[in-house]
């Protein structure tokens, strides 16, 4: 077994903001393949798979990637890097995504522990642990754009942590929040229904540098849906997740997961949209070449 505190972790680490090409990041990571990694001189202690719901950000991607593949391989975890994505112009589904992307991860290997990430968030200290305690975990505490201080004490996005059997009790995040904001907090709610508590890692560790980006529109139904939020618990979740796989590519660095939406998963969205164009516009292929 791998000891409980990884030996090289150092504490602050440097962040760089800026975005190699893929060929250096590359190879800057010889023993990463198809995304995972696991220490060579010992069993690791976790199985962790990092979600990442993704949309047109490359260049946010690849600064990620070579900061996260560093952070992680210190701490001598077995993880896999798995970044999902919607081919319809609609919304972003930050929710829906997550979904996929524990499912998806999960029919390749016995994960245990699941990372729920921003592509836009990078740890900037290491001793911040990406595995999953007993109760789930928020670990992005205090983000720079935010002076450091946590938004609001119920928060529970950016960057959290729960086990395989924590989020399959709680039916994982709800699939109906199209567009920004609300899918964490209805996470959160659900935490509580369940008598689960957040954990959370102290502010001075728990530190993010957030990447700049527009601010994405927000759901004008965000409010309504997080108060129905209870009625849907048990009905609206991984248990009535509905997709086909587009495609799955095992690349080096990552696996990229694109998938397209049943009809009965648009339902909510037509449902709940304002404009009442309901017209959706598949993404054309080129969209996801992410290089
Ligand atoms: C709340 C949103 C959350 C979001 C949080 C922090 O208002 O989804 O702000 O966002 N909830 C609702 O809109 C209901 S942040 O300031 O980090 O961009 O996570």
Known sequence: MCPLIPPELVGDIPVNKYPLNWTVIESRYKTVVNGSH???????????????????????????LNHMHAFLIKQQLDYGIYIVEIDEDIPFNRGFLFNVGFKEASSDYSYDCFIFH??????QN????????D????????????????????????????????????????NFFFGWGGEDDDLYNRLVYHKMTISRTMSDVARYTMLSHKQAT?????????????????????????????????RKLYVHVTVTLEESALRPFKKFSLSGNTTIFRRSAANFDLS
Do not use: W
């Open 118 to 123: 921003d592509v836009d968030l990078l740890p």
């Open 218 to 250: 927000r759901n004008p139904q965000r409010i309504k849906l997080l108060r129905s939020g209870k009625q849907r618990m048990q009905t609206d979740g991984i248990n009535s997740l509905e997709y086909k796989v587009l495609q799955k590519i095992h």
């Open 38 to 64: 696991r220490p060579e001189k010992c069993t690791a202690r976790h199985k962790v798979a990092l979600l990442i719901p993704y949309r047109n950000r490359a260049r946010h991607l690849r600064i990620f």
């Open 135 to 174: 109760q789930p975990r928020h670990l992005s505490v205090a983000i720079d754009k935010f002076m450091y201080k946590l938004a609001y004490s119920t928060n529970f996005g950016g960057v959290s942590a729960m086990t395989k059997e924590q989020f399959t009790t709680v039916n994982g995040f709800s």
């Open 126 to 133: 290491d001793h911040n642990l990406y595995n999953c305690p």
